[in-house]
């Protein structure tokens, strides 16, 4: 924690800037600028791009679309390393979401899809600090290229606490929330070049089948009309995915291990078996 002390109108004011040790729980030297919202590294950590994701990015998905503020969302760092050789198709990024709404809406990220593909995840997620909120859907296929509706056949709602980790399959569409008090840092492996989906998917639909907004204080899960949604909302936290035995979100290799996930990148042979990336 560091103390900055400035002078004004005869008065001392003291502002506390409280600095979260990420060293630990990331694997890397690391420490997140809690009121700044940033990451600060040390020499041997470098990465190739710090991105800040506007509000114009991601208005197509928001409920309110004339929405103006805040212009920046949530930032990310892209393929940070420490100087060790990792596996070239899948990058370790760190993202930083802050506290606050989007109208009515929680903060929140890009939605993320690639196509199914059996066996493969699309990213893996680990929770650095504050607690981490992710929706993930999964759309029935059409029947026919004249099929107008949309039909929902799974939504699952995770929150996941430091240090808990969500492997994500390939053919699920998914977003981060920040719906807590303090800003959320989470690590991401995936495609080198993983990007957001493509949102003219999303067109008519304008978003996922679930909004989460804040109404009384309180988290509230709000169904989008645009779709036809053929299942309950299923509810997860850690514990409960584990007791569960819901494999379809745990990979084997974080299953057992209580190394950080950036070591992750280091196993080629998993990678190639495990992460969408090495199929492209």
């Known amino acids: 924690m560091a103390i900055r002390l400035t002078f004004s109108h005869l008065h001392f004011k003291f502002y506390i800037t409280l600095m979260i040790d990420l060293s630990e729980v ?41 929405l103006r503020y805040p212009e920046r969302v949530y930032k990310q760092y892209h393929n940070l390393t420490n100087g060790k050789p990792s596996n070239p198709s899948v990058s370790y990024d760190i993202l930083v979401m802050p506290i606050g709404l989007l109208g ?63 492997s994500i399959p390939t053919g699920y569409l998914y977003t981060f929330f920040n719906t807590g008090i303090t800003p959320v840092v989470f690590a991401k492996i995936a495609s080198i070049n993983h990007e957001g989906a493509d949102y003219r998917i999303f067109k008519k639909e304008k978003g996922l089948a679930y909004y989460l907004i804040s109404k009384n204080a309180k988290v509230e899960v709000v169904a989008n009309p645009r779709y036809k949604i053929d299942c309950q909302v299923k ?4 514990k409960k995915l584990k007791t569960e035995e819901n494999t379809n979100y745990i990979h ?23 992460i969408y990336a090495s199929l492209n």
């Open 26 to 66: 990331s694997g890397l030297p690391l420490k997140f600028d809690e009121e700044h919202c940033q990451i600060l590294t040390t020499p041997e950590v470098k990465f190739e791009s710090e991105r800040v994701v506007v509000l114009s990015e991601i208005i197509p998905i928001l409920l309110n679309k004339s």
């Open 252 to 274: 084997q290799y974080l299953a057992g291990s209580t190394d950080p996930i950036i070591e992750f990148i280091y196993q080629d042979e998993l990678i190639t078996s495990s």
């Open 104 to 166: 009515i809406e929680f903060m929140k990220t890009h939605i993320f899809y690639s196509d199914h593909q059996e066996g493969y995840y699309d990213s893996m997620i680990e929770v650095l600090s504050g607690n981490l909120t992710i929706l993930i859907q999964k759309n029935r296929e059409k029947e026919d290229s004249l099929q107008f509706e949309t039909y929902v056949d799974e939504v699952e709602i995770f929150t996941l606490r430091k240090g808990e980790r969500l």
């Open 235 to 238: 509810f997860y936290n850690s």
